[in-house]
């Protein structure tokens, strides 16, 4: 059953409410009509994976050079999770281990250590790649490149951190393709280093990585324009053209049912529809899982500003995950195991919710409450300081902590590309790069790691393994804590 129209108006996020000006794409396309003739690509949905995969079929030599590509979204530009998230470029560190390397049984991935480790390095390099588009296209969306601190609050959580460390100081010594690799990745333990770099209270160790931030609905649609603007390629973007469904035709195409505003033939589909995939590919939905998250603008004090204002991003053990903003204060957003560990929040109040339209108060005043309570020397908070602005959107977990991409099993002409498990930014440039490959030569990217790959084994295992969705995990810092909790 579609999802759209929704019977309700979406929550607004600081980034969507920052760029909605005569310069933005909204509405973009919204009364045009459809395309008669039969198109080479559609793609639904323009978040961020759509726009970039648009990006890249659309440069000279890519897949779509000299043909037609369709991009339908059911709303406009980066309104589901892609204009709602918490502004992080970049995903964990080697705490991803824990998720990525736990059996399937247990909501992990069940990666070998070598894998696993892939995965890690590919999050990195795509935050290269991220900025080295940002820079040579001149996207101007706040990109900001620096550290990201990764702040440890219990001596078991710290303890794991350290084991994972050492894990991943082995794996660089052997592993085939990244053997030898230098990072400037540490582990600060001396309590003094602590304090300084973490500025939390409560700190007992933390982690300094590489780590990078962007305005992101202004970065998806930079990339949505120059997709647009394409010379190779004839690109065009419908907003509010929901997508009801699909069918395949005797001649191999596909038409692309988009119910008041037309159909649309075409001979590839992409679905970069993320967290509500279900809707229109049923057979996904026990391996794509929606989850309502939440994020917060606080506005911070002038004890936290200027030459004080935070100078990295943050991932805080069962806390938040956080970036400094150039003009307004912080963005934060809270991993579930914050809200599930001081049971703010039942599992089944966010697992399964594809519903942005609505905030949990609980939720709400964690996110109020959490920089004065938590960072040293904050202080009070006057009028129009603290929380500013509180939203949510929808992230897509995948039963096996993989994102989903490729070419989707039975169904010929029909591609996907979703499931970043709340960290698209980290990888969604990098997949939809080696998805127009795919398109391109109709071999994978040996760039993306094959664990990717949707096949029917791992679509019949995700069954299989019938975890219940509140077994997920959601990252690797939360990991142990929310199954303990439970
Ligand atoms: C609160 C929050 C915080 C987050 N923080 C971070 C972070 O800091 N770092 C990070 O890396 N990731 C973060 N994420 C995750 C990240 O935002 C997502 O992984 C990423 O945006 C997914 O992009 P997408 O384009 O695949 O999906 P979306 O941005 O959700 O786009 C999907 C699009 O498809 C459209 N659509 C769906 N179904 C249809 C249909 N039937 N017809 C037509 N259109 C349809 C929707 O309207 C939507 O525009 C966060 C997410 C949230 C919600």
């Not at 920052?18 to 039969?38: C, F, I, K, Q, Y």
């Not at 736990?102 to 991220?130: H, K, R, T, Y």
């Not at 300084?196 to 700190?203: D, E, F, M, P, Y």
């Not at 939440?294 to 970036?323: D, K, M, N, W």
């Amino acid at each position: 059953m579609p999802c759209f129209p929704q019977p309700y108006t979406s929550t607004v996020s600081h980034w969507q409410q920052t760029n909605r000006g005569s310069t933005s794409l909204w509405d973009h396309g919204r009364d045009a009509a459809l395309p008669m003739e039969v198109v080479d690509y559609v793609i639904v949905g323009a978040g961020a994976t759509g726009t970039a995969l648009a990006y890249y079929l659309s440069r000279p030599g890519g897949a779509a050079a000299g043909k037609k590509v369709v991009i339908l979204d059911a709303k406009d530009v980066a309104s589901g999770a892609s204009g709602r998230n918490g502004g992080h470029v970049v995903g964990q560190s080697w705490q991803l281990l824990t998720p990525l390397m736990a059996p399937l049984e247990e909501g992990g991935a069940g990666l070998s250590a070598e894998d696993a480790l892939d995965v890690i390095m590919f999050e990195q390099s795509n935050m290269d790649l991220v900025e080295n588009l940002v820079r040579s296209e001149r996207i101007d969306a706040d990109f900001w490149r620096g550290s990201r601190v990764e702040v440890l609050v219990t001596p078991e959580g710290a303890a794991g951190n350290l084991r994972n460390y050492e894990l991943m100081q082995r794996l660089l010594k052997t592993h085939p393709k990244h053997q030898g690799r230098v990072l400037d990745w540490e582990v600060v333990t001396d309590p003094a280093a602590v304090r300084k770099l973490s500025r939390t209270r409560g700190a007992v160790q933390a982690n300094r990585i590489p780590g990078a931030s962007w305005h992101p609905h202004k970065g998806v649609t930079a990339f949505l324009r120059l997709a647009l603007a394409s010379e190779t390629a004839d690109v065009r973007f419908y907003s509010w053209a929901p997508v009801a469904g699909f069918s395949s035709n005797a001649d191999g195409t596909v038409t692309v049912d988009c119910a008041a505003r037309g159909n649309v033939r075409t001979r590839n589909v992409i679905f970069a529809t993320n967290a509500y995939t279900q809707h229109v590919l049923p057979e996904l939905k026990d391996i794509l899982v929606p989850v309502q998250s939440h994020s917060a603008l606080v506005t911070s004090p002038a004890t936290y500003a200027g030459p004080r204002a935070l100078q990295t991003t943050f991932g805080v053990e069962a806390g938040p995950y956080l970036i400094q903003t150039p003009d307004s204060g912080v963005v934060l957003g809270p991993y579930p195991s914050a809200l599930f560990g001081r049971r703010l929040l039942k599992p089944e109040q966010v697992y399964g919710i594809d519903d942005d339209s609505f905030v949990q108060p609980a939720a709400k005043q964690w996110l109020a409450d959490y920089c004065r309570d938590s960072f040293v020397g904050w202080g009070q908070e006057t009028d129009g300081e603290g929380l500013t602005k509180c939203w949510t959107g929808v992230i897509c977990h995948s039963v096996d902590y993989l994102p989903i991409v490729g070419a989707v099993p039975g169904r010929p002409g029909v591609w996907i590309a979703a499931g970043y498990n709340g960290r698209g930014m980290a990888l969604i440039h990098s997949v939809t790069r080696g998805l127009a490959h795919q398109l391109k030569t109709g071999e994978w990217d040996a760039r993306v790691p094959r664990s990717f790959e949707v096949t029917g084994a791992r679509i019949q295992r995700a069954r299989e393994c019938a975890l219940h969705p509140l077994d997920y995990p959601v990252t690797g810092l939360e990991y142990r804590t929310m199954k303990s909790k439970m």
